[in-house]
């Protein structure tokens, strides 16, 4: 693309005022990026927000997921909305503003009364679950005039929210137990959400009836060898047809979906499994001493490789450049991160892979390479960057999944810190204590950081100054352990917690309530439609910083 073209369309649109702000902030202390701005370089673009507006979604990429998306909402892009866990296939989409900046009201709770509660027996006897948990992200899109608010809960059920309204569009699909993960809406506009559950089956549904309809599901057991577990924590990515899903049987799946309609226009899906490999080999079940281990973090995918982790610490990429053309993928990256590795795996622009992971084990290999890790997938004999340590209790480590915003990458620890890193160089700028476990991913959307603790309360800081530790703008008490991550879609903030309820917050004046969907056109770059956070910004109270 010619970074000047598209300037100066922003600029004939009036979103360039919008960014001269955030780029001026932006300008003061973020001496590693600063080489980029005048480049050019997609690889580098991030870090600056003039680049980043007037970057465009590639939709005609000759790989799986284009390095030039990263960011950005789903390509192809026909669906305006925040679709599957972190939004893109890259793990790196967090939704859109204008972000409120000062406190939000709450906009509804789903349901009214009560909660949405299951029992379910994770082996150590039946318990009662309320809420959305771990990941819980709520999908947000554009449809026929309303924006739906999408997601699976603790009472079985795959909801279908009026996202204004916070009602039911049509009635929640009941699995058979309850649901952990994040659903993803299919890319492509195809009325097909693909959900798991811990009832044992992954499965696609219909919504564009008066009720959803299951038309497939895939079994744990569909496979062999399979190991461990049999639920479905992962978000799946769908691609050009393909869907990918590392399943709690410990293997990693993709099958061909061949979605159509049928006569009487509804959707179809004839689901074909075209391949599998296991999520272990046997040098990690030798290492990690023991032989049940489960996929539960969600598919990354970055050019043509495909990324996922274990619970047994095993990080691979896998090659699916030839998949279309039936050439089975094969394996061309291995780590070893010693343990659980949970969070999600992000990738950046330049292809380099963050990658979380738990400190339940505490063995020689964990401790050296620490639970938050920079990765150069090119570099397979060697390929740490900078890693991070978080040791100090049984267990530590990360469950959320990072987030990339500008030249810093933000993350949570179970002991409830907050951590902003310098993305070049892993020197960590700011720490933050909350009341942990923060399983929560957190979310960076219009240089607001969002980021909700386990007694129940949504924070927000500026992070308009990634050097800095980000000033608070506001907190707002919900009650209920918030481990969901947040969807934020046209400056509303949709999240589950473990109270029971999905809550919307949405600006409190100034009519910032969308009452309409934001024209699609906007939705093409992640900060088309923000503003800048004020510098007068007055922090409410604020949390102690954690210096251990
Ligand atoms: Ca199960
Ligand atoms: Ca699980
Ligand atoms: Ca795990």
Redesign the pocket.
């Known amino acids: 693309m010619n970074p000047t073209v598209n300037k100066t369309t922003l600029a004939l649109l009036g979103l360039f005022v919008l960014a001269a702000g955030a780029l001026f902030l932006s300008m003061n202390d973020l001496a590693p990026s600063q080489s980029s701005a005048d480049a050019g370089a997609v690889v580098e673009s991030q870090d600056d927000p003039v680049a980043a507006l007037s970057r465009q979604l590639v939709t005609d990429s000759p790989y799986w997921s284009d390095p030039a998306n990263v960011g950005m909402s789903y390509p192809p892009g026909t669906v305006s909305g925040l679709l599957t866990f972190r939004g893109n296939p890259s793990r790196t989409f967090y939704g859109t503003g204008p972000v409120p900046t000062t406190t939000p009201t709450q906009a509804w709770r789903y349901p009214k009364t009560g909660g949405l509660c299951g029992t379910s027996d994770d082996g150590s006897g039946a318990t009662t679950w309320c809420g959305t948990g771990w990941t819980g992200q709520p999908a947000a899109f554009e449809r026929e005039g309303k924006t739906w608010l999408v997601f699976g809960a603790y009472d079985y059920g795959v909801h279908f929210v009026d996202a204004l309204t916070g009602s039911d569009i049509i009635p929640p699909f009941k699995t058979g137990?309850i649901i952990k993960g994040s659903v993803t809406i299919d890319p492509d506009g195809f009325p097909l959400v693909y959900t798991g559950s811990?009832?044992?089956y992954l499965r696609v549904l219909s919504f564009d009836g008066d009720k959803p309809k299951e038309l497939w599901k895939l079994g744990?057991d569909a496979v062999s060898p399979v190991m461990w577990?049999?639920?479905w924590d992962s978000s799946p990515l769908v691609i050009d047809d393909y869907l990918f899903e590392g399943g709690?049987n410990s293997q990693f799946h993709i099958v061909k979906l061949n979605r159509s309609y049928d006569a009487n226009g509804e959707v179809q899906v004839d689901p074909e499994l075209v391949f599998h490999t296991p999520g272990w080999d046997a040098k990690v079940l030798d290492d990690w001493g023991g032989d049940q281990m489960s996929i539960e973090n969600s598919p990354t995918i970055i050019k043509d490789t495909v990324y996922f982790a274990n619970s047994g610490g095993l990080v691979q990429g896998w090659d699916i450049s030839g998949l279309r053309e039936g050439t089975d993928p094969h394996r061309v990256f291995r780590f070893w991160t010693g343990d659980d590795t949970d969070a999600t795996i992000v990738a950046d622009e330049a292809g380099f892979l963050y990658v979380g992971s738990e400190y339940e084990k505490g063995n020689a290999r964990s401790k050296e390479v620490g639970q938050m890790m920079k990765l150069d997938p090119t570099k397979p004999d060697d390929p740490i960057v900078w890693s991070i340590k978080d040791q100090k209790n049984m267990p530590s480590g990360v469950w959320g999944t990072p987030a990339l915003y500008q030249d810093t990458v933000v993350f949570d620890t179970n002991g409830g810190e907050i951590l902003g890193v310098d993305k070049m160089t892993g020197a960590v700028r700011w720490r933050k204590q909350l009341p942990g476990p923060t399983w929560q991913s957190p979310v960076v959307v219009d240089n607001v950081l969002l980021i909700g603790d386990c007694s129940g309360t949504m924070h927000a800081y500026d992070m308009s100054d990634t050097a800095v530790d980000p000033p608070a703008l506001w907190d707002v008490k919900i009650g209920g352990c918030i481990e969901s991550t947040p969807a934020v879609w046209n400056g509303r903030i949709y999240f589950g917690t473990r109270d029971g309820g999905m809550h919307a917050l949405s600006a409190t004046t100034g009519g910032a309530v969308p009452a309409e969907p934001v024209p699609s056109e906007s939705v093409s770059s992640e900060s088309a439609s923000s503003e800048s956070v004020p510098m007068e910004s007055v922090p409410t109270e604020s949390v102690p910083a954690s210096n251990n």
């Open positions: 137990d811990r009832d044992n744990a577990n049999n639920d709690e």
